[in-house]
RNA sequence: UGGGACGUCGCCAAGUGGUUAAGGCACGGGGUUUUGAUCCCCGCAUUCGUAGGUUCGAAUCCUACCGUCCCAGCCA
């Protein structure tokens, strides 16, 4: 298995920091245990699109086989087809595969169904698994509470054989929904609550995706999931810690069954992040009620969502290597993450000129026929990325933020009768605020100073600051999207009386129809991404024409001069 | 009130009886800069949830207490 993890950049430090799952492998690989293979498993339930948090397990998995040379298997765990969909399949493997990561093999737990129906057979016959009567209203009375114990069901000594006929039955499907359930037969009066007979399968006459009609009793996750973990040789398997008290029952079966291989779960903690949610149901929700626009929408945490906003899947790797692996619970500033975007899209996106907020200039100096066009490169530390042309015309456009008629005094940028160098170009001075009726600013008249174009001597001469452009005549309109955070409070559901809905950030989306930008990017393909000097990182959205530029804002840069502006 | 787990700098997180208690992010200060970006320096826990105890020596061992999270789906 190859993928970018190999790439000899694809982590800056070669030393990988520690943690307790990368030095529990590595222990095992040591002492020979599971002759020094690694083979874990991403087993995502397809019911949903993946967020920045299965993209945690998925680097987890992934890479702790990756690194200690095994292998890892993407395996959907559709055991419950009451909940599962078609569709979300593709899209899973679209975003493990966008990642980075490649899987050694595909499996399904549905593949499994005939095996798991002989194990489960097999439990009945060791007087391990009774076929219960009791309703689920029953069960849960029978099933005690936190600090009571469980009862026995009084199906809990039916005999073997009896079992083994009514379980076969109930495959035939001779019975209905809910009528009968195939249990565990552990401990009723065990404190932790999984072991007390769980149940290992139930009726549900509901078509598979995958199985059609076949079958109509289907495993429960806890069945169905260590013994597929087995079947498939798992050495490690990799969870979160909501499963640590499932782990007895994980072994247990093991245990009671004929099968050779026990691979060992392993538990860590989610990776939270603020300002978002990250819980199927709760993304579920933004969509079906329309808060976003669909499962990509950019603003949303799930992979596809970020990839569309321009997130580079290498940072979202490193972002995840960075904050580490353990078992408490963590909530990590979107900061963190949005400063791993930046690291990753300052080294390779190539630089371009782009106004957001249009404010004519009209170059007083400047032949009103003339367009000169200066060579300018594409990175400023990188110079084997090459050059691009950009035209400077009389009349040009710059950001309106860029000009204060009365501003305080670190600004700066432009003023009246200021000085300011034009990117890549020359300085310029405001000879003239020209009003509209209404008395805002309807645009500037400058005059340029011819020897501080760039490369000429005169160009040592410094200003206090430097602002973006674009010809007027030459640039593009484009539409461009600003993001911010999707929720306004750092915790939208830290409040379990008030819904998550009602901490939507009203201005998490800008569009700015009006925006001017270097005309060669129209042409660039869905995905491309640049930084527009002084303003962010932005990607070409798919939706983007040649004749209708659409960029969408991945990050915007670092901006101390917010910081100064606001006190 | 049962069981499982977790509490080390504002946020993550190394550390498993003897270290000046790593590192990253954030933050503060300085330098370079035709992006107030990047980059580069420097600073940033006498202290490890609390209280006792063991020890020549503890974040690391023991005891008690406090706090947080998960578990009573025929979900995963």
Redesign the pocket.
């Known amino acids: 298995m190859k993928t970018q993890g190999e790439d000899s950049s694809a982590f800056g430090t070669p030393e990988l920091?520690?943690?307790?799952i990368r030095?529990r492998i590595r222990e095992d690989v040591a002492a020979g245990r599971n002759d020094g293979r690694v083979i874990t498993r991403f087993?995502p339930?397809p019911n949903g699109f993946l967020h920045i948090g299965h993209a945690k397990s998925i680097c987890i998995n992934f890479g702790m086989a990756d690194e200690f040379g095994g292998s890892t298997n993407l395996r959907f765990?559709d055991?419950?087809p009451?909940?599962e969909e078609a569709l979300y399949y593709e899209r899973i493997m679209e975003d493990v595969r966008w990642l980075g990561f490649d899987w050694q093999a595909l499996h399904h737990a549905s593949d499994y169904f005939e095996q798991l129906y002989g194990f489960a057979c097999e439990l009945i016959e060791r007087g391990l698994a009774y076929v219960d009567s009791?309703?689920?209203e029953q069960?849960?009375e029978y099933?005690g509470?936190?600090?009571e114990p469980g009862r026995a069901s009084p199906d809990r000594d039916r005999a073997i054989a009896e079992s083994l006929e009514l379980f076969k039955r109930m495959r035939a499907g001779e019975f209905s929904?809910?009528?009968y359930?195939l249990r565990a037969k552990i401990d009723m009066s065990a404190?932790?609550?999984?072991l007390r007979d769980p149940?290992l399968y139930?009726?549900r006459k509901i078509p598979h995706h995958r199985t059609g009609d076949r079958w109509c009793v289907?495993p429960?996750?806890?069945f169905a999931?260590g013994i597929s973990d087995a079947i498939e040789g798992i050495t490690h398997s990799l969870c979160t810690?909501?499963?640590?008290?499932?782990r007895p029952l994980y072994d247990w079966l093991l245990d009671h069954i004929s099968i050779d291989c026990h691979p060992q779960q392993i538990e860590f903690?989610r990776g939270n992040i603020d300002f978002t949610v990250l819980s199927k149901r709760r993304l579920k929700r933004l969509v079906t009620e329309g808060h976003v626009d669909g499962w990509d929408d950019p603003r949303m945490p799930t992979l596809a969502g970020l990839r569309r906003r321009g997130y580079p899947p290498l940072a979202i790797r490193r972002f995840w290597e960075?904050?580490?692996?353990?078992?408490?619970?963590?909530?990590?500033?979107m900061?963190?993450l949005e400063?791993a975007v930046?690291?990753e899209l300052?080294e390779r996106a190539p630089?371009s000129m782009a106004v957001l907020r249009p404010l004519k200039i009209v170059l007083s100096n400047f032949p009103a026929d003339e367009t000169r066009w200066l060579e300018v490169p594409l990175?400023?530390?990188r110079e084997e990325m090459g050059t691009r042309r950009i035209a400077i015309t009389r009349e040009i456009y710059i950001e309106q933020d860029d000009f204060m008629l009365d501003p305080p005094g670190?600004?700066?940028?432009l003023k009246p009768g200021g000085e300011v160098?034009l990117?890549?170009?020359?300085i310029i001075r405001c000879d003239e605020v020209v009003t509209a009726a209404d008395g805002s600013v309807d645009h500037l008249v400058c005059s340029f100073d011819p020897d501080?174009?760039?490369?000429l001597p005169g160009?040592s001469r410094?200003v206090k600051?430097?602002i973006h452009w674009v010809s007027a005549s030459h640039g593009k309109r484009a539409t461009v999207r600003l993001y911010d955070r999707l929720f306004s409070v750092a915790n939208p559901t830290a409040d379990r009386d008030t819904d998550f809905i009602e901490h939507l950030n009203p201005q998490s989306l800008e569009t700015i129809d009006d925006a001017v930008i270097e005309p060669d990017l129209a042409a660039q393909p869905s995905g491309h991404q640049v930084?527009f000097?002084?303003t962010g990182y932005f990607a070409v959205d798919p939706d983007s024409t040649p004749e209708q530029p659409l960029l969408n804002r991945t990050v915007s840069?670092?901006?101390?001069?917010a910081?100064?502006a606001q006190s």
Do not use: C
């Open positions: 920091r520690t943690h307790f030095n087993p339930e765990d055991t419950n009451e909940r009791l309703s689920a069960m849960r099933r509470t936190l600090t929904d809910g009528s359930t404190a932790n609550i999984n149940i139930r009726i289907y429960t996750y806890d999931h810690l909501e499963f640590e008290d499932h903690a960075s904050v580490g692996v353990s078992k408490s619970e963590s909530i990590i500033p900061i963190v400063n930046r690291d300052n630089r990175h400023p530390q670190k600004f700066f940028r160098r990117r890549n170009a020359f501080t174009m760039s490369g160009a410094k600051g430097t930084q000097e002084r840069l670092r901006d101390s001069w910081k100064i």
